[in-house]
């Protein structure tokens, strides 16, 4: 069964550095997404993603953000200058259509450490 | 806006109880509703969904109807195994193009021999 894929499992980056989060969603799916779980919190929605534009933001998904489909495989989630509350589980979703009726597939995450 | 709400956890049983894990929800018109689970150290899986009132969502064992009445999705197994140890997570998708799911904070099920 196809899958979505993440890399790295885990990122350990000092402070203020810049961090790219790397996705490959299921190869036919049109519509992506990230979340984030910070430690015993609930999953939190961040951004979703169609047409090579962003569809949606959450409050989270401020300036420092950035997601990008740089080729036709690939859905990036950039992090210019981390800060220690970024530490958490971030997961990529995808689907295939825009059906509310239609789960999101998701990866198995890339634990973010903020040192 | 819509939100998602789970009763408390940890949740500890005995292998072959009973299991019941409560979710409620708001949401304006008519959402779908999915079970995710996660197992240690893996990703958020699919368990099921139902997309309408009534409808009952089943994978596994598990069991969750879609009660709009009372704006729940109660998670249900009859007889809980070593291996269903995971975090459950009660979610929600609106209707409109593009929607996100919004999650519950998720109550972790351990299951002893």
């Known amino acids: 069964e196809p899958e979505v894929t993440q890399t790295p499992s885990h990122q350990v980056t000092q402070m203020g550095q810049e961090v790219i989060l790397r996705c490959v969603p299921i190869?036919?799916?049109?519509?992506f997404y990230w979340y984030r779980q910070i430690l015993g919190q609930k999953v939190e929605f961040l951004v979703s993603?169609?047409?090579?534009?962003?569809?949606?933001k959450s409050e989270i998904f401020d300036d420092q953000f950035s997601v990008e489909r740089p080729d036709g495989s690939n859905f990036t989630l950039k992090i210019r200058s981390t800060k220690l509350e970024d530490s958490a589980m971030y997961f990529c979703?995808?689907?295939?259509?825009?059906?509310?009726?239609?789960?999101?597939?998701f990866g198995d995450g890339t634990r973010l450490s903020i040192l | 806006g819509d939100s998602v709400t789970q009763m408390e956890g940890p949740v500890t049983l005995s292998e072959e109880a009973f299991l019941t894990i409560n979710c409620t929800y708001t949401?304006?018109?008519?959402?779908?509703l999915f079970w995710y689970v996660q197992y240690p150290g893996e990703g958020l899986q699919l368990l099921l969904k139902?997309?309408?009132?009534?409808d009952k969502g089943s994978n596994k064992g598990f069991e969750a109807t879609y009660r709009k009445e009372t704006t729940s999705f109660h998670l249900e197994k009859g007889s809980v195994q070593v291996s269903d140890s995971a975090v459950y997570f009660c979610?929600?998708?609106?209707?409109?193009?593009?929607?996100?799911?919004?999650f519950g904070k998720g109550i972790t099920l351990s299951v002893r021999p």
């Open positions: 979703a995808s689907t295939m259509t825009a059906n509310s009726n239609q789960p999101q597939h």
């Open positions: 190869s036919n799916h049109l519509y």
């Open positions: 993603f169609y047409n090579n534009e962003i569809s949606e």
């Open positions: 949401a304006t018109g008519y959402p779908s």
């Open positions: 139902a997309t309408k009132a009534d």
């Open positions: 979610a929600l998708r609106s209707t409109g193009a593009n929607s996100k799911l919004t």
